[in-house]
């Protein structure tokens, strides 16, 4: 994305899962936000030298003015659970929740709300018969 990030930017931060899961997650909102998402290169960078034991945090930028209707939604399975922190104002961190919920089993592990921003903590894991 260039240029200064908006009050239609979410942060989203996932962490508890490997390489593959947040992958998953990521192309997720590839999906829902077209061109409208970043990978933080610098942490994704660091995450792959730590190693599989160290803990680790991906993050990316969406923008979710970049949001289009879809279909039947569809992503790889995660493996595992992912916890999904979702920083920015409550209407755009509402849409990333709300297509995150259409393709994971999510379950909503707080908010916390500021006076122009709002922060949601997810669980995501996978679809049962997934």
Same mark, same amino acid.
Do not use: I, N, Y
């Given at each position: 994305m260039s240029?200064?990030?908006?009050?239609?930017?979410?942060?989203?931060?996932?962490?508890?899962?490997?390489?593959?899961?947040?992958?998953?997650?990521? *192309? /997720?909102?590839? =999906? !829902?936000?077209?061109? &409208?998402?970043?990978?933080?290169?610098?942490?994704? $960078? +660091?995450?792959?030298?730590?190693?599989?034991?160290?803990?680790?945090?991906?993050?990316?930028?969406?923008?979710?003015?970049?949001?289009?209707?879809? *279909? /039947?939604?569809? =992503? !790889?399975?995660?493996? &595992?659970?992912?916890?999904?922190?979702?920083?920015? $104002? +409550?209407?755009?961190?509402?849409?990333?929740?709300?297509?995150?919920?259409?393709v994971f089993?999510?379950?909503?592990?707080?908010?916390?709300?500021?006076?122009?921003?709002?922060?949601?903590?997810?669980?995501?894991?996978?679809?049962?018969?997934?």
């Amino acid at each position: 994305m260039s240029g200064l990030e908006t009050a239609d930017h979410v942060s989203v931060h996932l962490s508890g899962c490997g390489t593959a899961d947040a992958g998953v997650v990521f *192309g /997720a909102l590839e =999906a !829902a936000f077209p061109g &409208g998402t970043e990978p933080d290169a610098s942490r994704s $960078a +660091a995450a792959q030298k730590t190693g599989e034991g160290a803990a680790t945090m991906w993050c990316t930028v969406v923008d979710a003015r970049t949001r289009t209707p879809r *279909g /039947a939604p569809s =992503a !790889a399975p995660l493996t &595992g659970g992912v916890v999904a922190d979702l920083f920015g $104002a +409550a209407d755009p961190v509402r849409q990333v929740e709300e297509e995150l919920a259409a393709v994971f089993d999510v379950e909503h592990q707080g908010t916390v709300p500021g006076e122009h921003e709002l922060e949601v903590r997810l669980r995501l894991a996978p679809r049962p018969g997934a």
